[in-house]
């Protein structure tokens, strides 16, 4: 029997998605201003697998993911106004301007990055994971990494480590179709990551990521198994970036066609549909959801803009130094 969400929760992820559309959007045209800087990856398109994810965990509960990291950060609670300032380096921001937007972060938010070598997190969220298991928490970690990462070692290496040890991890592929501009059938005769998993005889499952409700049952019978000290998941959550891999991305590798096929399962427009048809809610409701939104993104860059630069002083703070370290020779 299909699970039954209440109109709290369609709204929940409506907002939800919504905001990190919306930043998303503005961080894109603000890179073409040049007030961001540097590398920076969108997540417009795949808002629905953040949303389903957070409904089906608690604050407890640790995310760790790669470089395409600001929704995330944002739907575990970090806040717009410090990613926003992260993004233009200040010292406001949630990793202190020094990060950008690769390296997100939010310790009490449970949001450990952020992460810019390519499937460099998959081992560390398995460390988060025996870190809870030490623990004796009843706490899980969600490790997000994308189709490019899965080609990986440390995958390979991490997975055999978290059936050993039967760490409360949930390891999830967001399969957004190309890592970078290649394909899933151009690096793997094995087109369905989530079968990754049978080597090491570690549960998994095949997601439909533009939908948050299967976002949600996916994600959460992974967690409930983590929590009941049935260890690791392996779920492969298929969804789609709108945009290219950067913003230095021209994405000649794919049709406008398969791009507009994508668009007409938009994520946020069907949460719409459902809180308009189902639940009756009226276009003056959304419409304060929206003017909510664009306000706190709004908000968010006259933060930024009027934070200041970290001062000289912090270049060297938070970076291990011999001087503190006496037993470090060369």
């Not at 993004?87 to 450990?112: D, I, P, Q, R």
């Not at 590798?253 to 399962?265: A, G, P, Q, W």
Request: glycine residues 8%; contains cysteine.
């Amino acid at each position: 029997m299909a699970t039954k969400f209440s109109k709290e929760t369609y709204l929940y992820w409506y907002e939800l998605m919504l905001l990190l559309r919306r930043f998303e959007e503005k961080t894109g045209q603000l890179y073409g201003m040049q007030k961001i800087r540097g590398f920076c990856h969108l997540y417009i398109g795949q808002e629905a697998v953040a949303a389903g994810c957070m409904t089906a965990t608690n604050p407890d509960d640790k995310f760790i993911t790669a470089y395409r990291d600001h929704a995330l950060a944002i739907a575990k609670g970090v806040s717009a106004k410090s990613c926003m300032a992260e993004l233009y380096g200040k010292a406001t921001g949630c990793s202190k301007g020094k990060g950008g937007s690769m390296h997100f972060f939010g310790v009490k938010e449970n949001f450990f990055g952020g992460h810019g070598i390519v499937g460099a997190q998959i081992g560390t969220g398995a460390g988060l994971a025996f870190a809870e298991k030490y623990r004796n928490s009843n706490n899980v970690v969600l490790c997000f990494f994308g189709d490019g990462a899965a080609r990986q070692g440390m995958l390979h290496e991490t997975f055999n480590m978290a059936m050993l040890w039967q760490l409360p991890v949930v390891f999830i592929c967001e399969n957004n179709q190309y890592a970078m501009g290649t394909s899933v059938s151009r690096t793997s005769n094995v087109l369905d990551i989530y079968k990754l998993a049978d080597g090491y005889d570690m549960p998994s499952d095949s997601i439909d990521g533009m939908s948050p409700e299967n976002v949600h049952n996916g994600v959460l019978r992974a967690v409930n198994r983590a929590k009941e000290k049935g260890g690791p998941t392996l779920l492969e959550i298929k969804t789609y970036r709108y945009k290219g891999h950067s913003m230095s991305d021209p994405q000649k590798y794919r049709t406008k066609e398969e791009l507009e096929e994508y668009k007409e399962r938009d994520p946020i427009e069907y949460v719409q549909k459902v809180l308009v048809d189902q639940y009756k809610v009226t276009e003056a409701e959304i419409e304060v959801i929206i003017d909510r939104v664009r306000a706190e993104v709004e908000e968010s860059v006259k933060f930024a803009e009027e934070s200041p630069w970290p001062d000289d002083s912090e270049l060297l703070k938070d970076v291990y130094m011999q001087e503190d370290y006496p037993f470090i020779v060369d």
